[in-house]
């Protein structure tokens, strides 16, 4: 293990910031932010504030959701003449739910480098302990993020969510969380992890049935308030056959004896017009039990 790495100039540093504790930064974003010829971030006076707390300080820059087209071009301005320069957002890691992803881009696109400084993210935060098990091919988990507010968007979004059987990891505000809970209660006995106020004084983390959700925030009135990220857990696979008509199941039996899991599924899918995804995760069951 070694500390040492060189620190180009004409290079956008993305630099990963606590999200509740300020013991969450890491070394190396110390040593890099003390570097830099100035630092883009989210809130100018957040920044100040939070470089204060290491005892830093830096000429600020403000590139935030309203103004980052604009202001990257600022930024690679000064990339092009040989500066150093950090972005952080106000709390994570920038680029993932927080501003970033348009400044990276623009940095790219002028054929200049940016580099990333892991550290903090609500998301893989709670995937950590979430517990789930997968099995096989497809998704370790998706990030959805936020859904949409309103609207038939939403409904879309939340129904695709329902009938999809990998992991999925949401973010929610406080005044939401309520109506995406009452909307996740018809997933039932599948299992949530949510993720309360991480990282932060009042952090609660639980796993519990989707149906028991609402119920949960509602024993508490504080655990309506704080900022979440729920990580909606994989379809067990102990009731991935209980959508299937008799019929599919035999077909995917055949199936099985003379094909691998992943053929099997679909080609009977083409067969039955059935979720392809449904019917892999029967097969996978289907082979454990043989």
């Not at 003390?34 to 600020?60: K, N, Q």
Request: glycine share 8%.
């Amino acid at each position: 293990m070694t500390a040492t790495q060189d620190y180009p100039a004409g290079a956008l540093y993305v630099v990963a910031t606590p999200i509740g504790n300020l013991a969450d930064i890491t070394v190396r974003a110390l040593s890099v932010l003390v570097r830099m010829d100035a630092i883009a971030c989210e809130d100018t006076r957040h920044t100040a504030a939070l470089l204060r707390s290491y005892g830093l300080s830096a000429p600020l820059m403000a590139v935030h959701e309203h103004n980052e087209a604009e202001a990257a071009q600022q930024v690679v301005r000064r990339l092009q003449n040989g500066e150093r320069i950090a972005y952080v957002s106000d709390a994570g890691t920038p680029g993932v739910s927080d501003p970033g992803s348009r400044l990276c881009a623009a940095v790219w696109a002028s054929g200049l480098r940016c580099l990333p400084l892991p550290g903090a993210s609500s998301v893989t935060a709670l995937v950590s302990v979430a517990g789930w098990v997968t099995a096989g091919p497809g998704p370790a988990f998706e990030f959805t993020g936020f859904l949409p507010s309103k609207g038939t968007e939403r409904s879309l979004a939340l129904r695709r969510l329902q009938q999809q059987s990998h992991p999925c990891v949401l973010l929610e505000s406080p005044h939401r969380i309520m109506a995406l809970a009452e909307s996740l209660s018809a997933l039932g006995e599948r299992r949530v992890t949510i993720g309360r106020e991480l990282t932060k004084q009042f952090e609660e983390v639980a796993t519990l049935p989707c149906r028991a959700l609402v119920d949960w925030l509602k024993a508490h009135e504080h655990r309506q308030r704080g900022e979440f990220v729920l990580a909606v857990h994989p379809q067990p696979l102990a009731s991935a056959q209980d959508g299937l008509s008799p019929g599919t199941q035999r077909v995917l039996s055949l199936l099985l004896e003379v094909l691998p899991v992943k053929q099997a599924a679909r080609v009977g899918a083409d067969i039955t017009g059935e979720s392809k995804n449904a019917l892999y995760q029967a097969a996978l069951q289907l082979k454990r039990t043989d």
